[in-house]
């Protein structure tokens, strides 16, 4: 009896572990099959190819159709591999086989702060025009047309929504509490014109869009973490300036003054520009980095100073007289700058960056 009761104990075991690893294999996220291109607009399909040769230029532009972007804005956007952190040129070829499994994504790239023209203090970005409208005062000429048409803009808002929530657009250094809290409420600020953009869209009601959407989906997953760590009441105080916050914006602003979705995504992106650190620029740690005929030009900017020269980026195998020890920052706006390595700052549990 006892034999008896251990071998069906064992089949039940041998059962259950079976079942187990069944559904563990079942739950496990398909691998990618040849090339994937993805998107950032939650409803739109990504792209998938399963085998031939293309170009990344040829795929961008198969890209940009599907978003309903303009050739005028294609050369902004480009693939991306989240994986190995890698942009790839229009002339790089990609050969799919059935062996291939690579998941893009389909980002602009080159950003151009102020593109908009509502920030004060910076000179506003513009498309050359090639003739000026006849019968104006000099007042009233533009001067150039829009860098972004509506399907770019459209594309570069759920982006820049991804990028913030995920901290991939990293939020600034606070340097003092009362700016660690300034950059808290413009947090909360970026989630009500989301918020508020995402009723209009709808056409729902803003009462009813701030009952059924959190704030907290709407910050940034470091700014979220550090509210959880904070006690109750704390919390619901948050939420409660929140919700008020949400409904006289709404009543007041939006209502009053007749707000646009196209004024909603400005704002945002205005706002993220001065909220987060080097949105719009690329930061290189160079193997090796020769500068000639450097020249300090001015105080201030990115790193305190703004250099001016040759700059060349080097293999160390060139033997070139070199400082591994730089970082090269480039921008849209203001070219080209370098700097050392600053030395490591360390962080307390209370820091809002992910710098």
Request: charged share 20%; proline share 4%.
């Amino acid at each position: 009896m006892t034999a008896s009761f251990m071998m069906e104990l064992s089949r039940q075991l041998c059962m259950k572990m079976r079942k187990n690893k069944k559904t563990q294999f079942s739950s496990l996220p398909a691998s990618t099959l040849g090339l994937e291109i993805h998107f950032y607009i939650p409803e739109t399909r990504h792209l998938e190819y399963i085998k031939g040769s293309y170009t990344a230029e040829e795929l961008c532009v198969a890209a940009a159709k599907k978003c309903l972007i303009s050739p005028l804005c294609h050369n902004l956007f480009a693939l991306y591999n989240d994986a190995t952190d890698t942009w790839y040129s229009p002339s790089h070829e990609f050969n799919i086989t059935e062996d291939t499994g690579i998941k893009l994504h389909y980002r602009m790239r080159f950003y151009f702060k102020n593109w908009h023209g509502t920030t004060e203090g910076e000179s506003p970005v513009w498309r050359h025009c090639l003739s000026k409208l006849r019968g104006q005062s000099p007042q009233k000429t533009p001067e150039g047309t829009p860098l972004l048409d509506s399907g770019s803009l459209e594309y570069l808002y759920a982006q820049c929504q991804h990028d913030f929530q995920t901290g991939r657009a990293p939020l600034r250094t606070a340097q003092s509490e009362a700016e660690q809290h300034e950059i808290e409420n413009e947090c909360l600020g970026m989630a009500v014109l989301a918020i508020t953009h995402y009723a209009k869209i709808l056409e729902i009601p803003f009462s009813t869009a701030s009952r059924e959407m959190s704030y907290k989906r709407f910050i940034p997953e470091s700014l979220n973490s550090n509210i959880k760590q904070r006690n109750i009441l704390t919390r619901i105080r948050i939420s409660n300036v929140f919700k008020k916050f949400l409904a006289e914006f709404n009543t007041q602003t939006v209502g009053e003054s007749n707000i646009t979705c196209y004024d909603l995504k400005i704002k945002y992106l205005a706002t993220l520009e001065g909220l987060t650190s080097r949105m719009g620029s690329e930061l290189f740690n160079p193997i090796s980095l020769s500068i000639i005929q450097e020249k300090e030009l001015s105080s201030g900017g990115y790193y305190g100073y703004y250099n001016q020269g040759q700059v060349q980026i080097k293999c160390q195998s060139q033997n070139l007289e070199a400082s591994p020890d730089m970082q090269v920052l480039i921008t849209g706006t203001t070219g080209i700058s370098w700097r050392q390595k600053p030395a490591p700052v360390s962080k307390n549990a209370h820091d809002l960056s992910d710098l």
